[in-house]
């Protein structure tokens, strides 16, 4: 037997708790700030169709031999969980420059010795073609391979990875293959990406042949050589690579990255539960023991104690131990017991050596320079970042950006905060300021604001289900917050005593535990919004605001009488609104606004849901919750052999428990691939420009499931394999395609949105044949030795238990599936434009001749409103042969395009034809560069358009021909970054090599020398050979150009590298520029907020027929302003409320066909209830009318009602009640619609399509108890 079964033994006989063997877990690893930064803009990206908004400060762009390094500050608004840490920039913020790859570990590293790469049992799963057995049956026993997995000696679940590039970022996962023994990495989404691991490193090649190195080579090593490596650690396991240098197509120029590991961080997770033991059938034991008796009613008895003396098999059930974390005594073991009036009296005995706390030690990289051909970004500052300064090729300063954060520590225990955190923790750090400087002068100064500045930490506890803080989010020295709720169990049987034939119990004896506050983990927007950023103030003066709102979703909630769709809070915040403001402005120039859902009703779809709880009229989270089973075994023997025993056939089953799990529902994860928590199917973003609504654009999504093959669609939606504690595994990519875009005018003489343009999107997938195989396994028994010696293997099934109590049920719940491999393509793009009674479209199609392997579109078609078609063709590398085609797929060059046929396709005649030849140059890297390019019309014969003759060793051009035959030579300076002269008519052979080699042209002492030194060589070549020269201000512009007629023109920049002034030849001034920039000491820190729009329908009634005619009144956004966002929208309520227009402002258009409409709303104060509820009417998709319900409650008097009349027609009747509201019992929102003619009534669900006919006066009722 091996040796690992014995200390696994040894684990579950303990004595102590022997169900805390629990299997396979899908562990949360957690990483450094810069780390789980990349890892938050990959999983939950910024997009519409999850709310994020694109929030981002260029600073720089650093061009070297085609590549280009963007340094950029970007931020990510969805909200900040409890112990979320900042990066060295700020909380929420992230540099460009932090190129990566980081990981998530599912169940075990990868690359451990028994990690999944190792594991040859894992090999390429194919849907529908694998016996159900492998890899879950076999090896030296039948459940030898499921013990494997399920103890953790095995690994089944890959790991995924997210990488960021130069230009793109995504995750990848390693992929078996058919044998097992090896594998390949594959993207997913898949791409042409290539991705290699060798020798500790991951190297990715990009489709243009540019390749990334993350890490340094070399296996294991301390903790010290692995951070050198370029390697981050989450205590002792790689967690994320760093990237170390970046080598471009033509294996010329090189971006290395320097590091600098940072202080080492904690990271804390705070984890409640309950286990809950109950044996309706203790009638084998020997002893039995029940709390109140002795010994368990010895005074200060302690469950370690309590253990030492009762093996924990023999205490009486139910118990419980309920762990709550980061208290002390961090659990409590509760042994209840019925007194004499059958009343459930609790006996507690405390732990000090079990909490629900996992701590783990992050070791983190700075990226302190970053250098390349003729300069270096200088990054000062470790762990918070001071300032990066960029150095020319001399290490002279061109210019530098200067970082100001403050520390924002705990409310209410400051002191307190570093034994949580670490010695080093100051607070949470935000980025308040960023000057750009030349020295040390301020040029440009952006001013950041945030929301109520908050402390994340360690130091917190208490979270809603989606890990946000929420009304219950506790500093810890608060004391113990229980997170679990209030949860009810009946147990079976409660046994006096086991005597006298064992029917001395009491039957069906309820106990519960976990917290008194059921909504514990509910969301609350204002707690979300804490530290948020809400205001950045340009160098200008102007600035732009941010007002975000948490995300919704529609909760079904069932009732006795009814269910409904109600809208809910859920994690994560989106943007509601961005206003724009000029310098000095009180109120908006611009303001943008965002409603989401299919009826603007502000939901969106979530992904695996909390679960409410079953108990009846409970509409809280329930505790998420799994069972297994204790079997108590001793070894008996029907021989006289005394020796240990070897297998099952000499042990019997003397006892059995049944252990249950109970935690709080966010130890789950319900976000999409560990990314967004919602996703929204449409997006409606309204325009209001210099006060006057301009328009919308509507932007639809395809459904989270449209994309995903049969299998997958039910990950979405489940959360934990049934009956475990294991997680679904997700991948991304395939979700978040546009469906479609249309963008409106407002015509403001008809009130109403008028469509301009639309446009259509259509996809199909590509899937590749293999799948990630994830195989599960999850201990359903679990076996404890009370007495005897044995030394099998306790899970090895292949002879019977000796005659024992009867046990039926498998050792194991297992399984496998695939994670499909594939690549979401755009087939069809359908463009229409309105324009009054006419409608023209283009259809744009897009074919694939070289799928799976090869991404790229073979043609496109376009098809106009009269069936005209131009198509074109596109060749790639792979599409031809050659061997300088091979070697560029070979550098995975597969992204570049060769040749463009353009074709008539509705006459059959080709339009015109180009192709760029390729060829290997014998320069540097054996260069790989174009070295011709030829064009034709109309069919006829290819004709060379222009030669490459020649290029340098950085891969510049040094040479090329035209098509009337000249030839144009460069010569390049400054490090060979930039061209110096431009000789036409001139061979390149011809220059002298007093030019060609030149350390003056190489590496300037001055713009004045340079400038002399190229004058020889206008006076060298004379005639019609004609010579440009060119000085540079390095990694800024041109300073100077001198035309072949040898006159000059001048450019002058300031410290930072804006153009102020252009002069001609004589230094006389003939163009300047003035840049408006407010000091930093100028700049306005007081804000002032200003409101939402809001749209209210009104009746008016035309003076000549009587009859009303229907204005829907608008009040714009940004009308009104307050001191805060709440203040300027109830000012904008209000304002609205008591606006009654009069008939002689606007056209009085009477409806012919009005219907009465009237609206009742009635609330029981005793059970929570929106304070606010609105009503929309849809036609076609757009809401024509607004309405809000006057608030009742039960003792009302008089009723307050409201009246609309609405155009007889169909609508869609969407209600909006405030998301904020915690239902109870069967008091939630409920509504009706009365037909008061007929006494007809329905019961509506928000969404549903109702007639409203001429003729007839309807009613339409809300209330939070049963409609009547």
Not at 702 to 729: A, K, Q, V
Not at 868 to 883: N, W
Not at 1100 to 1106: A, M, N, P, V
Request: hydrophobic share 30%; aromatic share 14%.
């Amino acid at each position: 037997m091996k040796k690992i079964n014995r200390v696994l033994i040894a684990v579950c006989t303990s004595g102590m708790l022997p169900a805390l063997c629990q299997g396979q877990v899908n562990n949360i690893v957690p990483v450094s700030p810069e780390a789980a930064a990349l890892g938050k803009m990959v999983n939950y990206p910024v997009n519409l169709n999850t709310g994020i908004p694109d929030i981002n400060i260029p600073l720089h762009e650093i061009s070297i031999g085609g590549l280009k390094l963007h340094v950029t500050l970007y931020y990510h608004a969805g909200g900040f969980k409890i112990n979320e840490q900042a990066t060295r920039v700020g909380l929420g913020w992230s540099l460009s420059t932090d190129l990566q790859i980081t990981r998530t570990i599912n169940d075990k590293d990868d690359f451990h010795p028994q990690g999944y790469i190792n594991n040859n049992l894992m090999k390429a799963f194919y849907h529908n073609q694998d016996a159900y057995g492998y890899p879950l049956s076999g090896g030296e026993y039948p459940n030898a391979n499921a013990y494997y997995l399920a103890f953790g000696q095995r690994d089944g679940m890959p790991d995924k990875f997210n990488y960021r590039l130069l230009n793109k970022s995504g995750s990848f996962y390693f992929q078996k293959n058919d044998s097992g023994t090896g594998y390949t990495i594959v993207p997913v989404p898949y791409d042409n990406v290539k991705i290699q691991y060798e020798n500790g490193r991951f190297i990715i090649t990009d489709t243009d042949g540019t390749v990334y190195y993350f890490g340094d080579p070399g296996g294991g090593g301390s903790v010290d050589q692995l951070l050198a490596r370029g390697r981050e650690l989450t205590n002792e396991t790689v967690t994320a690579w760093r990237c170390k240098r970046i080598q471009s197509s033509s294996g010329i120029d090189d971006i290395l990255f320097s590091y600098t590991p940072k202080m080492m961080a904690e990271y804390v997770e705070y984890t409640d539960y309950v286990e809950y033991y109950e044996n309706d059938n203790p009638c084998n034991l020997t002893n039995y023991y029940r709390s109140d008796q002795h010994p368990m009613t010895l005074n200060n008895l302690s469950y370690e104690n309590l253990v030492t003396m009762i093996p924990f098999y023999q205490i009486s059930s139910p118990k419980y131990m309920e762990v709550t974390a980061g208290v002390s005594p961090g659990a409590k073991f509760h042994v209840p017991y019925l007194d004499a009036q059958q009343n459930v009296v609790d006996k507690v005995y405390p732990s000090e050596n079990i909490a629900g706390v996992r701590r783990s030690e992050i070791r983190g990289l700075s990226v302190s320079e970053i250098s390349f051909r003729g300069g270096k970004l200088i990054f000062d500052g470790i762990d918070n970042l001071n300032s990066i300064r960029l150095l020319d090729r001399n290490g002279i300063e061109v210019k530098s950006w200067h970082f100001f954060q403050s520390y924002e520590n705990a409310w209410y225990y400051p002191h307190a905060t570093t034994a949580y955190n670490g010695a080093g923790f100051q607070g949470t750090r935000y980025l308040d300021s960023l000057h750009v400087r030349h020295g040390t002068e301020t040029y440009e100064c952006y001013r950041l604001m945030y929301r109520n500045k908050f402390c994340f930490g360690n130091h917190l506890k208490g979270h809603d289900v989606w890990g946000y803080c929420n009304a219950n989010t506790r500093e810890r020295n608060w004391g113990g917050l229980v997170s679990l709720p209030l949860t009810a169990v009946t147990a079976s049987r409660y046994y006096f005593s086991i005597n006298y034939g064992c029917m001395d119990f009491a039957s069906n004896v309820n106990i519960s535990f976990g917290g008194h506050d059921r909504w514990a983990e509910k969301p609350d927007e204002e707690a979300m919004k804490r530290g948020i950023l809400e205001r950045i103030v340009y160098p200008t003066g102007g600035s732009v605001s941010f007002d975000f709102e948490a995300n919704r979703y529609q909760e079904r909630f069932t009732g006795i009488f009814h269910e409904q769709l109600i809208p809910q809070l859920c994690g994560g915040l989106r943007i509601r609104n961005i206003s724009y403001y000029d310098a000095g402005a009180t109120l908006p120039s611009t303001m943008v606004y965002y409603r989401y859902g299919d009826l603007e009703e502000g939901t969106g779809v979530l992904c695996n849901r909390p679960q409410l709880t079953t108990e009846p009229l409970r509409h809280s989270y329930d505790a998420v919750k799994f069972q297994q089973d204790i079997l108590y075994l001793a070894t008996v023997y029907t021989g006289p052999y005394t020796g240990p025993c070897l297998d099952r056939s000499c042990l019997a089953i003397r006892n059995i428990e049944s252990k249950t799990t109970y935690r709080p529902a966010s130890v789950l994860d319900y976000t999409y691939s560990n990314g967004s928590p919602i996703y929204y199917t449409k997006v409606t973003t309204y325009n209001r420009d210099l006060g006057e609504n301009t328009g919308k654009t509507v932007t639809e999504f395809y459904s989270p499931e449209t994309f995903l093959d049969g299998w997958s669609r039910h990950l979405l939606n489940d959360r934990l394999i049934e009956g475990t504690n294991i997680s679904w595994l997700k991948t991304n990519g395939l979700i978040g395609a546009r469906k479609s875009v249309t963008n409106y005018r407002y015509n403001k003489d008809v009130q109403r949105f008028e469509p301009i343009n639309r446009r259509r999107f259509e996809y199909m997938v590509s899937w590749r044949t293999q799948q990630l195989r994830v195989v599960f396994v999850f201990p359903r028994v679990l076996y404890q030795i009370i007495s005897g010696n044995f030394g099998g293997n306790l899970y090895d099934n292949g002879k019977p238990f000796a005659a024992s109590m009867p046990y039926w049920q498998p050792d194991f719940i297992m399984g496998q599936y695939g994670i499909p491999v594939g690549s979401l393509l755009l087939t069809a793009e359908t463009e229409e434009w309105f324009d009054e009674d006419e409608v023209q479209t283009l259809t744009t199609t897009y074919q694939y001749d070289k799928l799976p392997n090869f991404l790229n579109p073979s043609r496109v078609i376009w098809t106009d409103s009269k069936g005209h078609s131009i198509r074109k063709d596109f060749r790639y590398a792979y599409d031809l042969t050659g061997d300088v085609y091979g070697q560029m797929v070979t550098r995975n060059m597969v992204g570049l395009l060769i040749e463009t046929v353009e074709t008539n396709q509705t006459l059959g005649v080709e339009l015109s034809r180009e192709r760029t030849n390729y060829a290997v140059f014998p320069v540097g890297w054996s260069l790989i560069a174009p070295a011709s390019v030829e064009r034709s019309v109309k069919g006829e014969g290819l004709e060379t358009d222009i030669t490459f003759n020649a290029y340098d060793q950085y891969g510049n051009v040094l040479q090329l021909t035209e098509r009337d035959g000249i030839t144009t030579s460069y010569l390049w300076g400054y490090n060979a970054l930039y061209p110096v002269a431009r000789l036409r008519g001139v061979d390149y052979s011809s220059i002298p090599s007093a030019y060609t080699a030149n350390v003056q042209v190489m590496n300037p002492v001055s713009d004045a020398s340079l400038r002399t030194f190229l004058d020889g060589l206008r006076n060298h070549f004379l005639g019609d050979q004609e010579v440009s020269s060119y000085t540079y201000k390095q990694y800024i512009g041109l300073s100077s150009e001198t035309r072949p007629n040898g006159l000059t023109s001048f450019y002058e920049y300031d410290g930072i590298g804006r153009l102020v002034l252009e002069r001609d030849h004589d230094q006389n001034l003939t163009k300047e520029y003035d840049y408006s920039i407010v000091g930093p000491k100028h700049v306005s820190l007081q804000h002032r907020y200003t409101n939402i729009p809001l749209m209210r329908t009104y009746n008016l009634y035309c003076t000549q027929s009587g009859e009303p005619a229907m204005y829907n009144y608008m009040l714009p956004g940004g009308m009104h302003s307050g001191t805060s966002q709440a203040v300027a929208d109830d000012a904008a309520q209000t304002s609205l409320d008591q606006v009654f227009p009069h008939p002689s402002i606007f056209p009085c258009n009477p409806m012919g066909n009005a219907v009465r409409v009237d609206f009742f709303a009635m609330y029981h104060t005793a059970f929570d209830h929106p304070e606010k509820m609105e009503v929309d009417f849809l036609q076609n998709g757009h809401v024509v009318a607004t309405h809000t319900f006057q608030y009742n409650h039960v003792y009302s008097y008089p009723i307050a009602t409201s009246t609309l009349y609405l155009p007889a027609g169909q609508y869609q009747i969407s209600f909006r009640p405030s998301a904020d509201v915690n239902y109870d019992e069967n008091f939630f929102m409920g509504y009706g619609i009365i037909t008061h003619e007929t006494s007809q009534r329905n019961r509506l669900s928000s969404g549903d399509t109702f007639t409203l006919q001429y003729g007839r006066t309807y009613e339409i009722r809300a209330s939070n108890y049963v409609f009547q």
